[in-house]
């Protein structure tokens, strides 16, 4: 087994990565305190940007072999994760209004917390190549990253909209048949 040390330039995109996610998730930590305006209509345009993107990034590097079906089960995996991520946003609707509300619940932010660091700790597995045994080509790691993110992004924005459409025709008394 190879053993590589740490070079001190390392250590400091390390510090300086540590520091630029460090301030990032702090502004988002200090933003979810607040009440947002939930739109149903607006919830599916990320994920449709993403699949546009993710469609243009198949097309134009397409997998190939095996590397389709690593790249759906991403694409499941990445949805049940959304989906997870979905429950775990807060949605109210105005009893007078009827205008719906979201904030994230500090569960979603820790769980975003969580996904950076498996992905910080992958990348620097995945640096480590030789060392680990691990013979994987760079772009089946981001095709299976981009499936992730599609079914992530798009799992999380249904399960609102769903939880969120069946509060609101509550709230307006509205009953399922």
């Known amino acids: 087994m190879q053993v590589h040390a740490v070079q001190p330039n390392q250590w400091i995109q390390y510090a300086i990565t540590a520091v630029i996610v ?7 930590l200090r933003g979810m ?18 699949l546009l993107f993710a469609g243009i990034m198949f097309y134009e590097f397409p997998p190939t072999g095996i590397a389709w079906a690593v790249c759906a089960a991403a694409l499941l ?3 049940g994760i959304g989906w997870q991520r979905g429950k775990l946003m807060e949605i109210h609707v ?16 820790l769980f975003i917390v969580v996904l950076i660091v498996v992905r910080m700790a992958a990348r620097g597995v995945l640096a480590e190549g030789g060392g680990y045994g691990f013979h994987l080509n760079a772009m089946v790691v981001t095709d299976v990253l981009i499936a992730l993110a ?12 769903l939880r969120a459409k069946r509060l609101l025709d509550e709230a307006k008394g509205v009953r399922a048949a």
């Open 33 to 50: 305190r607040k009440m947002r305006r939930l739109r149903l209509e607006t919830l599916w345009i990320v994920p449709a940007i993403y």
């Open 94 to 109: 105005d009893p007078q209004t009827h205008m719906l509300n979201q904030k994230a619940s500090p569960a979603a932010f």
């Open 150 to 161: 599609l079914g992530l992004f798009s799992a999380t924005r249904l399960e609102m909209y």
């Open 77 to 79: 995996v990445g949805a």
């Open 22 to 28: 460090t301030i990032v998730l702090a502004l988002r």
